[in-house]
């Protein structure tokens, strides 16, 4: 049994910043690429950044130079600093990782408005 939890959203103006983490548990014994999606509402969800178990990184083009994804490999946690907040990013984030089965996190609410 695998479990993921988020936390980190919230309500934030345009321009602020939210840290997101995501804690995996349960029976694993390693976790290769650790994924951030969001969803916002009347859209697909998409890929948003990963990260390898070396640190390897890629971002959605959408988030470069804003968004940073890192891991603690020890404590089995994926974060998601996210700097100069739009409106556009407003969605629900989830974490996702990849064993034998996918697993996904129940997902964080930000909402970025004035």
């Known amino acids: 049994q695998v479990q993921l939890v988020e936390s980190g959203g919230g309500l934030v103006q345009p321009g602020g910043s939210l840290r997101l983490s995501c804690a995996a548990s349960?029976?694993?014994?390693?976790?290769?690429?650790m994924y951030w999606y969001r969803q916002a509402p009347g859209k697909e969800r998409e890929l948003v950044a990963d990260?390898?178990?070396?640190?390897?990184?890629n971002y959605a083009d959408s988030v470069k130079g804003r968004f940073t994804i890192s891991r603690d490999n020890a404590k089995n946690t994926v974060y998601l600093q996210m700097n100069n907040l739009k409106p556009e990013d407003t969605a629900v984030y989830y974490c996702?990782?990849?064993?034998?089965?996918?697993?996904w996190g129940q997902g964080t609410q930000v909402t970025v408005s004035s």
């Open positions: 990260i390898s178990r070396g640190g390897r990184t």
């Open positions: 996702n990782i990849r064993l034998r089965a996918q697993y």
């Open positions: 349960g029976i694993i014994f390693r976790i290769d690429t």
